[in-house]
């Protein structure tokens, strides 16, 4: 059996602090498709430029881009399931990952909708930083590196803040979000999908939190 999860939240929720454990604990392949447009303007392709510039002001990359990006993904990945973080972000990219994933078989099992208040956001992006090796998401005074500089997980040094982790981006990516993401909440309540949880807890108890929803995590 797969399970197909989407974290659904707003910039800053813990999307992907909560995908990674996830994928720790499960046999399930984390598709972000903020990681694989930072990946994209990495390239040095006229795409990957015009993704730059458009996630540098906080606004949404356009529909056709990131499902051509989920859609590949999907195609070339053999998982036991995944978790959709950042994905979809418009009820175009939701109706488009629909058709994606009942081509395959398969559909979402279930929607875990991250609920924070907005004054909590500020905070938690403007102190957000990733490793640039292994991805794990530190923040300054909530869950700083043990040694300053260097990452727990796999000692990398390279640890990075993002451009879009700042209070005027953040400003755009929250009127996005109010704008384009938030309808897909109805959406799925709609579908009978919508499962709401606290992200305003600490990390451990909103994993335990999305643990109780998908029920014992299946024996790899
Ligand atoms: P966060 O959720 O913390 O804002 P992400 O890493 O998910 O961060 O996304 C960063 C940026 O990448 C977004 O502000 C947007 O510009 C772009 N992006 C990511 N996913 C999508 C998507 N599904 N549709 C359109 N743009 C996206
Ligand atoms: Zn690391």
Redesign the pocket.
């Known amino acids: 059996m797969t399970t197909n999860i989407i974290l659904l939240g707003p910039?800053?929720a813990g999307?992907?602090t909560q995908a990674r454990r996830l994928v720790e604990e499960r046999d399930l392949v984390q598709l972000?498709?903020?990681?694989m447009?930072?990946e994209a303007r990495t390239s040095g392709t006229e795409m990957g430029k015009v993704v730059a510039e458009?996630?540098d002001k906080?606004?949404?990359?356009t529909?056709e881009i990131?499902i051509g990006l989920i859609r590949e993904k999907l195609e070339d990945t053999k998982a036991a399931g995944f978790i959709f973080?950042?994905?979809?972000?418009?009820l175009r990219?939701a109706d488009a990952l629909e058709d994606l994933l009942s081509g395959m078989g398969q559909k979402i099992d279930a929607v875990i909708e991250m609920q924070v208040d907005d004054g909590a956001l500020v905070d938690r992006?403007s102190g957000r930083y990733t490793c640039g090796n292994c991805g794990e998401v530190y923040h300054d005074t909530t869950r700083p590196s043990a040694k300053e500089g260097v990452c727990d997980v796999c000692g990398s040094t390279d640890l990075r803040r993002r451009a879009?982790d700042n209070a005027e981006s953040l400003k755009t990516?929250l009127l996005?979000y109010y704008k384009k993401t938030s309808p897909l909440i109805g959406y799925y309540y709609a579908k009978q999908k919508l499962r709401p949880v606290d992200a305003l807890a600490e990390i451990g108890k909103v994993g335990h939190e999305i643990a109780g929803i998908l029920g014992q995590p299946v024996e790899a």
């Open positions: 910039p800053g999307k992907g972000s498709t903020g990681d447009l930072r458009v996630m906080g606004q949404l990359v529909d990131v973080d950042g994905f979809p972000r418009t990219q992006v879009d990516r996005e």
